[in-house]
């Protein structure tokens, strides 16, 4: 099936540094999000983009819809241990279902 | 108040038993969604439902079978189990497509075949 590619895979990285990572895909989706996931825990939704070209921020997150409809950006200013995760971009194809990436760990050192 | 709650939370059973784990959602959402986690953690969709009806299902062996007593429920029942089944199974659901989508995940039911 449809997979979404990001990277990098994992990022080691000191608090207080800014991060980025990508999603692509090979299909156009018209919906983009990304989630967070904590050890032990399920996805929590952090930004959704709905529009090509989109720019949406939520705190220190930063989430860009491409402008091909085809990638996804997330960045993450000033980071922080809590920051700490696992990282999904996720496009959604037709209504319902939503096809996820294969994730970004993230580790940040005090 | 969890809005999406799933049990139990760690299934541990031999091969060849059957076992269920349940999805209950508090958020008034239409539709839900079983969700598995491999080890490299890699999600992939299962099923999902819309008001008790199957809409999706994702070429998923028939020993397992999703059943929607409800529009807030969603039950997984998994026959004769085996070795690669083990994994994390995620329940979700979600309001319609629109400017609030988006899925909210309950926190997993780790499932482990020995």
């Known amino acids: 099936g449809q997979q979404l590619n990001q990277s990098p895979q994992s990022m080691f990285i000191q608090e207080g540094e800014d991060v980025s990572m990508n999603c692509t895909s090979s299909s156009i989706f018209n919906t983009w999000l990304w989630y967070k996931q904590d050890p032990g825990e399920g996805p929590v939704l952090l930004i959704a983009l709905y529009k090509a070209g989109e720019l949406t921020s939520n705190g220190r997150l930063t989430a860009q819809f491409g402008i091909t409809r085809k990638d996804s950006f997330l960045n993450i200013s000033a980071s922080i241990p809590s920051d700490v995760g696992i990282y999904f971009c996720a496009g959604l194809e037709g209504t319902d279902k939503l096809i996820f990436g294969t994730g970004t760990r993230l580790q940040v050192f005090p | 108040d969890t809005a999406v709650s799933q049990t139990p939370k760690y299934l541990v059973t031999q091969m060849g038993n059957d076992k269920s784990i349940k999805c209950e959602q508090n958020l008034g959402h239409d539709t839900m969604y079983w969700y598995k986690q491999d080890s490299k953690k890699f999600l992939k969709i299962m099923f999902s439902y819309n008001n008790k009806e199957l809409i999706i299902n994702e070429t998923v062996p028939n020993r397992f079978s999703p059943k929607s007593p409800d529009k807030a429920h969603l039950n997984l029942h998994i026959n004769s189990l085996e070795l690669g089944d083990s994994a994390v199974y995620f329940c979700?659901?979600?309001?319609?497509?629109?400017?609030?989508?988006?899925?909210?995940f309950g926190s997993g039911t780790r499932l482990t075949v020995v």
């Open positions: 979700a659901s979600s309001h319609p497509v629109g400017a609030n989508y988006g899925y909210t």
